[in-house]
């Protein structure tokens, strides 16, 4: 695909989006410092949450968080998939400026390089605990395929800034199926070394593909390589047995790891990222919440991410931390219901809506693929409202930079701004616009209520996943104030607008310093 480089597209959105970064060092920091939690879902829909209307499912512990915070209603992660959206996230980088950052693979080497400046290394400057509990999906060690899965992993979390890391490397539907912990193998025996391909089998190991009589689910589409905890994965893997995770414990092994750091970090500043596996494929929730949705493991896996959600906001409590802590909660994409493995989500969908009333969902660009889910609690200084203001993950960065007076190395977090008044419904205005990315990098943009989604190629509707990636030969023109579903096509009706907004995508595309 198109790079595109910008070495200084931060001093044209300071321009176009008035930031004004020699402001914010001015800025007041809080004392003491708050704690900052990112609660960071895997595919759960905008509509997937009872406080963004869904009357299909209940999460209690989610309308809580929002209950005592901003519930945002335009909240977007960059992109309609997880790699670029992490990367976007922890870099203050769109994805699609860089090569090699699509949905990596288990044995991706490091995606965001230790050299970058990152969200973690404004949280180190700042002097906090910093940890990544959870999903990483950005690449681990040195080269693709080269890693030596036995040692030590590097470059990992700790290259990059974080104090602390208990994660999976990739995906749960992605081998190897271990937790790292600090880049090494959790539970692994020396006598039982592992071994990773993405490329071949290893001899002798079953598959999905050739025994399906060994599997407790089967794969939808894909997902039929190698066998662990009788799934079958993405890749190939052999050996490490004893530190195989078990699917059913994930989240109560995570969430577990997240309230350690907690309260090991009672008495410092901490950022926790805390990306869960749920709700992603494959869906394999504690027997705790299994049957309990009535939409099978789709929806059990939303009450197990609310469980989770529940069980921070408890230990904060309980610690007295509540008060001072700020709590961030949303996804990496949006919905999806058949991701590659049959497990009724279709079958029991019923009407609930996943992604709310946007059309489209993962992979898209519509706005199901990036609106997603976004809650902010601080309440000893946010008082709670909803905002229908334009925001972006990609803006953490600058953000938290922004609170605790960092300056930001020059060049770095080129996309990232300064939004911390409009995060805290502090008068900011939100975004002016912002660069959103499918699966097929093909981009669009939002400014004001108007959306352009540019032409690219790429099918208009995923075969196996059945959604609408808003892949077109011409350009799509929406109104997002009176169309929040993209039901009607302007591109006509509007030729000046759809040229303006080209024009303005080109120009953070190509503008350089
Ligand atoms: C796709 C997988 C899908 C999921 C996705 C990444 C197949 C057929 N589909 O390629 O199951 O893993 O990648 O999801 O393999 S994400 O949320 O991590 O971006
Ligand atoms: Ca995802």
Request: overall charge neutral; hydrophobic content about 35%; glycine content about 10%.
């Amino acid at each position: 695909m198109k790079k595109y480089n910008a070495p200084c597209i931060f001093g044209l959105i300071g321009i176009v989006a008035g930031t004004n970064h020699q402001a914010l060092a001015q800025q007041k920091i809080p004392t003491p410092k708050p704690n900052v939690i990112y609660l960071y879902a895997d595919d759960l829909g905008f509509g997937d949450i009872s406080c963004n209307g869904s009357k299909t499912i209940q999460t209690p512990n989610i309308d809580r968080l929002a209950k005592q915070g901003v519930r945002f209603t335009n909240m977007h992660s960059t992109a309609a998939t997880s790699t670029p959206s992490r990367y976007a996230l922890l870099t203050g980088e769109y994805a699609w400026r860089r090569e090699g950052t699509g949905i990596a693979t288990g044995d991706a080497g490091s995606i965001i390089r230790p050299e970058r400046y990152t969200l973690a290394n404004v949280f180190k400057d700042a002097g906090y605990q910093i940890a990544a509990v959870g999903k990483w999906h950005l690449g681990l060690g040195d080269k693709t395929g080269t890693q030596d899965w036995n040692g030590h992993i590097s470059p990992g979390p700790s290259d990059l800034g974080f104090s602390y890391s208990f994660i999976m490397a990739a995906t749960g539907d992605r081998v190897p199926c271990v937790y790292v912990e600090n880049e090494k193998i959790v539970n692994l025996d020396s006598n039982d070394p592992i071994s990773v391909s993405y490329l071949k089998n290893f001899e002798g190991e079953p598959t999905g593909k050739d025994n399906p009589e060994l599997l407790k689910m089967h794969p939808s589409h894909g997902h039929d390589m190698s066998i662990v905890n009788g799934i079958s994965r993405i890749g190939f893997m052999k050996g490490g047995k004893s530190a195989l995770w078990k699917d059913e414990e994930i989240a109560e092994v995570l969430t577990g790891k997240a309230i350690d750091f907690i309260r090991r970090s009672k008495n410092i500043p901490f950022f926790l990222y805390f990306a869960t596996q749920d709700i992603h494929v494959p869906r394999v929730p504690h027997p705790r919440f299994a049957g309990k949705s009535g939409m099978g493991p789709r929806g059990d896996a939303i009450l197990e991410f609310d469980w989770s959600v529940g069980q921070v906001l408890d230990v904060l409590k309980e610690l007295n931390l509540d008060m001072n802590t700020i709590v961030i909660l949303t996804s990496d994409n949006g919905p999806v219901v058949d991701d590659g493995y049959k497990d009724q989500a279709i079958e029991l969908l019923g009407s609930h809506k996943p992604a709310g009333v946007f059309r489209g969902g993962k992979y898209s660009s519509y706005e199901g693929g990036t609106r997603v889910p976004g809650i902010l609690s601080w309440p000893s200084k946010v008082k709670p409202a909803i905002s229908d203001k334009l925001v972006c993950q990609v803006d953490m960065l600058a953000s938290f930079a922004g609170l605790l007076n960092i300056t930001i190395p020059k060049g770095a977090a080129p996309d990232s701004e300064n939004q911390l008044s409009t995060w805290l419904n502090n008068g900011g205005k939100g975004r002016e616009y912002l660069i959103l990315q499918n699966t097929n990098n093909n981009l669009s943009i939002e400014d004001g209520h108007w959306k352009l989604i540019a032409a690219g190629k790429g099918p208009a509707v995923g075969k196996e996943t059945n959604i609408e990636y808003g892949n077109s030969a011409t350009d799509q023109l929406y109104d997002l104030s009176g169309d929040p579903a993209e039901k009607n096509n302007l591109y006509k009706e509007y030729p000046q607008i759809v040229q303006k907004l080209k024009s303005k995508l080109d120009l953070v595309k190509t503008k350089v310093h």
